[in-house]
């Protein structure tokens, strides 16, 4: 098991490249340098230096005109391919589990990150993404894998007033498939677009004609994003807004300090009040907010019109 040593001592980001690579050098596709290259982002020197190390790992690579391959008759790939493949029962445990963690904790993200690395995105999405959805998200997963432009059939505004179709270059999906993000062109941004209100998908044959411009917009850790300035917020957390916290929101972790005796300090930067505002005005009893004028207008406002 000389590779499962070697792999063991590898930062984990060049673990997922060499995966990610592996997973190419084994598809029904056949690939040259330059379209590997392309497609996972990597200089030719690096993919030549990966595929040297799978062959001094023991793997047998096959070359035929300008394409290269891994042969999965090699039995490092044969023992690798039981440790990744999933038997009919297996998946079907998989699915269960996945399915049943709650679709607003990261973990069903983190999972599914880490699978994509050994596993095919379609299936993946099949464990997350059900019923009408389900169609048009492997739809954009072809897109985003092929680097083609798609069109997204009567796709409904935010407040549902405008039903257009929208021409567009899909690069990213938000946690779980609920949102991906897209170069809109005739917008000429980055944009999310909600799965949910996509009628259809229709891939074109025409390739990205702006790679250079994708790029994900910022989403703070209440998971809601906005091209406006981002505001800082400062909290004062008790034990249990605390907990509720990290267990809703774990990317606010990193955000966290502690300041003794039961409490933590939050110093985060927002897209927006209303998913901060949503997480405090439950818990207006254990968060002091230390500054934060806009968070407190916001709540105000949001009181006043509840009746709070």
């Not at 927006?272 to 968060?287: E, K, Q």
Request: proline fraction near 2%; charged fraction near 30%; charge should be neutral.
């Amino acid at each position: 098991m000389r590779y499962f040593s070697y792999i063991c001592i590898m930062d984990q980001p060049k673990i997922e490249r060499m995966l990610r690579l592996m997973k190419m050098l084994t598809a029904n596709t056949s690939y040259t340098v330059d379209d590997i290259a392309e497609r996972l982002d990597m200089s030719r020197r690096t993919i030549y230096r990966y595929i040297d190390t799978f062959r001094e790992a023991g793997f047998v690579i096959k070359k035929s005109d300008k394409y290269i391959r891994l042969d999965k008759e090699s039995q490092h790939f044969k023992d690798i391919s039981q440790l990744v493949h999933f038997t009919e029962e297996e998946a079907i445990i998989l699915k269960r589990a996945i399915e049943n963690i709650d679709d607003t904790n990261l973990l069903k993200q983190n999972l599914k990150r880490k699978l994509y690395s050994v596993y095919d995105n379609k299936i993946l999405a099949d464990t997350i993404v059900r019923g009408s959805n389900s169609s048009n998200v492997h739809a954009l997963i072809e897109a985003i894998e092929e680097r083609r432009q798609a069109i997204l059939h009567d796709y409904s505004s935010a407040h549902g007033s405008v039903v257009r179709d929208r021409r567009v270059e899909p690069f990213a999906f938000t946690t779980n498939y609920v949102q991906v993000w897209c170069y809109d062109a005739e917008d000429g941004r980055c944009k999310l677009f909600k799965s949910s209100r996509i009628g259809s998908v229709e891939l074109t044959e025409t390739p990205w004609e702006h790679k250079a411009d994708h790029h994900e917009g910022f989403i703070d850790i209440f998971r809601l994003h906005g091209e406006a300035a981002r505001t800082r917020v400062q909290l004062e957390l008790g034990l249990l807004a605390y907990n509720l916290l990290i267990e809703e929101y774990p990317l606010a972790e990193r955000d966290l300090k502690p300041l003794g005796e039961g409490r933590w300090l939050l110093d985060t930067e927002v897209a927006g009040m209303a998913g901060v505002g949503r997480f405090v005005v439950g818990l207006l009893d254990n968060i002091r907010i230390i500054d934060s004028p806009e968070l407190k207008a916001y709540l105000k406002e949001y009181m006043a019109k509840n009746a709070l």
